[in-house]
């Protein structure tokens, strides 16, 4: 038993670690609107700096309707504490809606709800909208009875995230 639960362990540590490694397939100076699957995230490169592209990520949540509960700015608060960090913006958004039919399928699934995007710059100056890949999620929690609300919540953060990055 133990040996069965070690060897389960390592397989979900080796398959975690991979996963977390896996590259940026980006290619340099490239600007597209297809996300970019980077772990359990999705990536889309931006044409403008991490302010411009946060402004346009708060209009484009206010057009599509969802709820805006917070934004929180890492690099300010690194700086508050003496510390640098390239500009990082987490923005918090979400509809009831559709957390609500995800939560009802699994209630722990509110551990990922709201929502988050987060626009960065990163060491090459490139700036990114990241935010949470709805697939992931659905597998995360096993939340197999929502397709329909799960192909809607990939198309509106796709559409949200690619306006924010200027695709559109």
Not at 79 to 96: E, H, K, W, Y
Not at 129 to 155: C, G
């Amino acid at each position: 038993m133990i040996r069965t639960l070690t060897l389960i362990t390592s397989a979900i540590f080796v398959t975690s670690c991979a996963m977390a490694d896996a590259p940026n397939t980006a290619a340099p100076g490239a600007t597209t609107a297809q996300p970019i699957v980077v772990s359990q995230n999705l990536e889309v490169k931006s044409d403008a700096d991490v302010a411009a592209t946060v402004a346009r990520l708060e209009a484009a949540l206010a057009a599509a309707g969802l709820t805006q509960f917070a934004k929180i700015d890492h690099a300010a608060g690194a700086a508050s504490v003496g510390q640098a960090l390239r500009p990082t913006v987490v923005v918090i958004f979400g509809n009831p809606n559709i957390g609500t039919a995800l939560m009802t399928s699994e209630q722990t699934a509110g551990l990922d709800l709201p929502l988050k995007a987060l626009v960065y710059e990163d060491a090459s100056g490139d700036v990114y909208v990241a935010y949470p890949n709805p697939e992931a999620l659905a597998r995360r929690y096993n939340i197999s009875d929502r397709a329909e609300v799960l192909a809607r919540m990939k198309k509106g953060l796709a559409t949200v995230a690619g306006k924010a990055a200027g695709a559109e």
